[in-house]
Structures are given as structure tokens and as C-alpha cells.
């Protein structure tokens, strides 16, 4: 897991693809968090990607940085506690201009089940599970 952290963290944008009915929905991330041996990411309850998650949780992950490319499938799970939330903004303070742990809107949710490769042209990829 932390190979994946740590891989995204240095893409600083990754890209999350949701569903929307019979659509695809793909939009920017940045923020990460490794959070009691879990991955999080956060966004706000409001937003169309909250509740597409929520209807349907199975997401997947795909960045790209110095010729390698990352590619994540995986559940998400909310997690509604404050100590999550608290660590996400702690973990990311550039959120906190528009987020607090105390708010209706922060959402923070882990990933389950995840199924992550680091590809290039030139190397075998490097395959992860957890």
C-alpha cells in the first residue's frame, strides 16, 4: 500500500472514474492519506462524485509521472469518524480553507479491495494487492 502512496503522492493529481447511471465520470484528486493501515482520499458530501461513490463504490485510480503510470481498481468505504477526518486534514492542510472535520460536508472514505499496477514501457509492472 505504501508503494501506491507514495506513487500518487509524487504524481500530486491522480484521476478517479466513477459511474454515473450508464456514464463514466473521470475528475482530478490530490489529496491522500494512510490512515490505520488504510488508504483514504476525501471529497466533499455534496459533491456528484460522493454520491456517485455512494451509489456505487467501485472506483479506479489512474496517474502518470516520469514514464510510469499507475492504474488502482478498488472499493471505497466511508468513514465517518472525526479521528479520520482529522488526519486527512492534518495530512493534506491545504484542504482545511475549505473543510473541517466538523462540518456536514467532509467525507473520507479507504479504499477495500484494491487491485494497483505501476506500468512503464521499459520495466515489468509491479503488481499490488490489499
Not at 494512510?34 to 472506483?59: C, H, R, W
Amino acid at each position: 500500500m505504501k508503494e501506491v502512496y507514495d506513487f500518487l503522492k509524487k504524481c500530486g493529481v491522480f484521476y478517479i472514474a466513477t459511474v454515473d447511471g450508464d456514464k463514466p465520470r473521470v475528475r482530478p484528486f490530490g489529496a491522500l492519506n494512510i490512515f490505520e493501515d488504510k488508504l483514504y482520499i476525501q471529497t466533499g458530501k455534496v459533491k456528484n462524485v460522493a454520491k456517485q461513490m455512494a451509489s456505487n463504490p467501485k472506483v479506479e485510480i489512474s496517474s502518470f509521472i516520469d514514464g510510469k503510470w499507475i492504474r488502482l481498481e478498488g472499493e471505497v468505504v466511508e468513514d465517518p469518524r472525526r479521528e479520520a477526518k482529522v488526519s486527512m486534514l492534518e495530512a493534506n492542510p491545504e484542504l482545511k480553507a475549505m473543510y473541517s472535520a466538523d462540518d456536514d460536508n467532509t467525507e473520507v472514505l479507504y479504499f477495500k479491495n484494491v487491485k494497483a499496477s505501476i506500468n512503464s514501457f521499459t520495466e515489468e509492472p509491479i503488481f499490488i494487492e490489499f
